[in-house]
Structures are given as C-alpha cells and as structure tokens.
C-alpha cells in the first residue's frame, strides 16, 4: 500500500545540469500534480496531468517540462536547472470528482 | 483567480490549550476548502475538506474547521493541542474546475510548548 512515491528523496545539482524526478502511484488515480515548496509561499502548482498522454501547466512552469506515458507515473524534468529551482518538490494524486490528493514525501533538491 | 491567505506565519500555543488558525480565501463563486497538515521532513495529509453543506466540518485528530462565507474565511480549531500537533498548516481552495487544482495559502507553522 504505497500510495504516492517519489524518487529521489534529495538531489544535488549543479546549475546547469538536468534532471527528472520520478513520481509514481499505485492508487489508479486518474489526476497527478507536481508542487514546489517554497518557505513562506506555500506550495505553488508547475505542471499537472488529468489523464494518461495530457500534460498541462500550472502556476509556475517555467524552466520545467513534464510527461505523464503511463498513468501511473508523472516525470517532472528540469532541463538546466538553476539556483531559483532550489526546492522541496512534492507529487499529488487524486481521483477526479474526490479532491483529497494524496501526497508524496518529496524530493529536496538544492541547486548550486 | 483564487487566492489563499494564512496571517499567521507562526503560533506558540501551550500544550492542553486551545488553538485556532486563520484562513482567508478569494474566489468568486461557492469554493472547495481544505485543511492539510505537515509534518517534518514529511508530505501533506488532508485533516478536513468543505464542499457543501453544513459549514461547521469535522476532520481528523480533532479538529474542525468553519466556513464562514461572510467573512471569505475557513478557520481551523482545536479545543485542547497536543505535543504531536507540532507541524506546519496549510489551507487550499479548489475552484472545481477541471483537474482539481489546489491553490495554497503560504502555511502557518505552529509550536507546542510543554
């Protein structure tokens, strides 16, 4: 009974370099969400998927790219990070007519 | 476009006392509420929602929340906190448009003193 699982836990990067951040979920929900946290800012919506192949953009997608192959998986790729994407990333699912997500533990990502 | 305010960056509340955490939203029509809480080091769990219906709603490990549409606000109590209440608070408000989309406010970090 996993529930949401993101893969990694924390990352290192130089500024410059990519990266994709894995998020997987065992629940068949039909929506995915990638969030950054942020403090004081709450957490801030990038990319979101309602389905299988679609892909859409939240508030702050700027410098990110997502994919959603399967639905059980939602990548969120950062292809030349930069030290303002220094973040703790979470990933969400939910049902469609449900709300609750269920969330992740997240990924802490520190850009240098 | 919705918008979440939390007034309350932090609270220091003693342990056994009551607590109460502010929540103020912007959104035009009837909107989807929540309150989740975080844990360090942890993800967000949902403690409470608001849909419809009776404005007073009950969630988990105690608490309670009530909508008050007069004043845009969606305030979340507890009667008597206990040392595991220590984490961070966040209230959402969802706008029911297609794909769920939560909108945060920026979270109120609460402190239990022995």
């Known amino acids: 009974n996993a529930g949401v699982t993101q893969t990694p836990k924390f990352r290192v990067l130089k500024t410059g370099q990519s990266m994709t951040l894995l998020c997987a979920q065992d629940m068949n929900h039909e929506y995915m969400y990638w969030y950054r946290q942020d403090p004081g800012m709450g957490l801030r919506l990038i990319h979101y998927s309602v389905g299988e192949g679609t892909t859409a953009k939240g508030e702050v997608p700027d410098g990110y790219n997502v994919s959603r192959l399967k639905k059980q998986n939602f990548l969120l790729g950062l292809e030349s990070a930069a030290p303002s994407q220094t973040s703790v990333y979470f990933c969400?699912?939910?049902?469609?007519?449900?709300?609750?997500?269920?969330f992740g533990s997240g990924t802490r990502l520190t850009v240098v | 476009a919705q918008s979440v305010t939390q007034p309350d960056i932090h609270i220091t509340v003693s342990e056994g006392a009551s607590l109460e955490l502010r929540c103020n939203y912007s959104y035009g029509a009837t909107p989807y509420l929540f309150w989740y809480v975080q844990s360090p080091g942890q993800g967000l769990q949902l403690l409470l929602k608001y849909f419809s219906g009776d404005t007073l709603v009950q969630g988990i490990k105690g608490f309670e929340a009530e909508f008050k549409r007069s004043q845009s606000s969606f305030n979340l109590r507890k009667p008597s906190v206990h040392w595991s209440d220590a984490a961070e608070y966040f209230c959402?408000?969802?706008?029911?448009?297609?794909?769920?989309?939560?909108?945060f406010g920026g979270g109120t970090r609460v402190l239990v003193k022995p």
């Open positions: 969400a699912s939910s049902l469609p007519d449900a709300y609750g997500y269920t």
């Open positions: 959402a408000v969802g706008a029911g448009a297609a794909g769920n989309k939560l909108t």
